[in-house]
């Protein structure tokens, strides 16, 4: 499955201030995460996620990623197996002008696939394949 988030940060949000939202999931494996910076964002928007409190996204703790026109991609194989099933992306935006809008997605193998050897759908540049 695909789950996705998007998350507006006004300019002027510091790190201390910065916006929040859930990306709710299911029980199941984390297979890829996205991180989608639209064109002008030139690197004042930083993101990161988090399950619980770990640091998903990016892995060193206290760190963001922060790009201009780049879909950051990040391959994983992280379980969410205990409740809740969900990441607080937190977002902040040094740019003193304009607002951007980032957003977060999941491609996820769910627990129920995993159970019945169902093998999960990827979709590859629009062309979507099974296996």
């Avoid at 996620?49 to 206290?62: A, N, R």
Wanted: with cysteine; charged share 20%.
């Amino acid at each position: 499955m695909y789950y996705k988030v998007e998350i507006e940060v006004p300019a002027n949000t510091m790190e201390a201030n910065a916006e929040e939202a859930l990306l709710r999931l299911t029980a199941g494996t984390i297979e890829l995460v996205q991180v989608g910076f639209p064109p002008g964002c030139a690197g004042l928007a930083h993101v990161q996620i988090f399950d619980k409190s770990w640091q998903l996204v990016p892995w060193t703790p206290g760190e963001s990623v922060h790009w201009d026109d780049y879909v950051f991609e990040l391959s994983h194989d992280y379980v969410m197996a205990e409740p809740p099933f969900e990441l607080r992306v937190k977002a902040w935006n040094v740019d003193d002008v304009y607002t951007h809008t980032i957003w977060v997605g999941v491609i996820m193998r769910e627990e129920a696939q995993m159970r019945s050897g169902m093998l999960p759908v990827t979709i590859s540049q629009g062309v979507v394949e099974s296996g």
